[in-house]
């Protein structure tokens, strides 16, 4: 293949990267900001063409030719390209503001929409501003654990678990109350017990 061609093709692929890199770095930066895993498969990269494409669509009608600073003439098409790049940042920032706000949460509900933005049942027993006092039961046997909720990894395909800070850990009589004297009571944030969620049963949000 002769140079020129190859210089072609370079240039083709610069012209058509718009209908994709923005986009993707959406997804990624929302997916980073949420802690989460972002999987290269067919349906991410369909939405990252489909928000490029609506990028795009916004920033061509800037009249680029005509920007300029000072007596410095900016090259358009560096301009256009860090627009693309300024919305990709901008764009899941806000998104990701917007979806952990109380107020678009009032809005919901004054709209009486059930919509909820949570990944699973521990990011909805969580409020994000102190952390829930949990009550974990386990499956195989009757050991309860009570605690602050701590960290967590709940992403389909990692390991999944949770873990208490503050914890106490106990085993529960016949009558449902708690066998004294606990097994475990401890009274520091260093204190932290790491419990996988497969093993656990129920579990519960209590007040302390």
């Known amino acids: 293949m002769?140079?020129?061609?190859?210089?072609?093709?370079?240039?083709?692929l610069a012209e058509y990267i718009v209908y994709f890199y923005p986009?993707?770095?959406?997804?990624?930066?929302?997916?980073?900001?949420?802690?989460?895993?972002?999987?290269?498969?067919?349906?991410?990269?369909?939405?990252?063409?489909?928000?490029?494409?609506?990028?795009?669509?916004?920033?061509?009608?800037?009249?680029?030719?005509?920007l300029s600073l000072g007596r410095i003439v900016l090259d358009s098409k560096i301009?256009?390209?860090?627009?693309?790049?300024?919305?990709?940042?901008?764009?899941?920032?806000?998104?990701?503001?917007v979806q952990n706000s109380e107020k678009i949460i009032d809005i919901f509900n004054m709209l009486k929409i059930t919509t909820r933005f949570e990944d699973n049942e521990i990011d909805i027993l969580d409020?994000?501003?102190?952390s829930a006092w949990l009550k974990v039961y386990m499956q195989d046997e009757k050991i309860v654990y009570e605690g602050?909720?701590?960290?967590?990894?709940?992403?389909?395909?990692?390991?999944?678990?949770?873990?208490?800070?503050?914890?106490?850990?106990?085993?529960?009589?016949?009558?449902?109350?708690?066998k004294e004297p606990y097994i475990e009571e401890h009274d520091s944030d260093d204190d932290v017990v790491v419990i996988f969620y497969n093993q656990i049963k129920t579990i519960e949000k209590n007040q302390i």
């Open 127 to 130: 409020n994000q501003e102190i």
């Open 79 to 97: 301009i256009y390209h860090v627009l693309l790049i300024l919305i990709a940042v901008i764009v899941p920032y806000i998104g990701y503001r």
């Open 148 to 178: 602050f909720l701590g960290d967590k990894e709940l992403e389909p395909g990692k390991r999944q678990f949770i873990s208490l800070k503050k914890y106490r850990k106990y085993i529960l009589g016949d009558d449902g109350r708690p």
């Open 2 to 12: 002769a140079v020129e061609n190859i210089l072609k093709i370079i240039d083709s």
């Open 23 to 66: 986009g993707y770095m959406t997804i990624y930066i929302f997916y980073f900001l949420r802690a989460k895993t972002l999987k290269d498969e067919n349906k991410i990269i369909a939405k990252a063409v489909v928000i490029s494409f609506i990028y795009k669509l916004f920033v061509d009608k800037v009249p680029l030719d005509k």
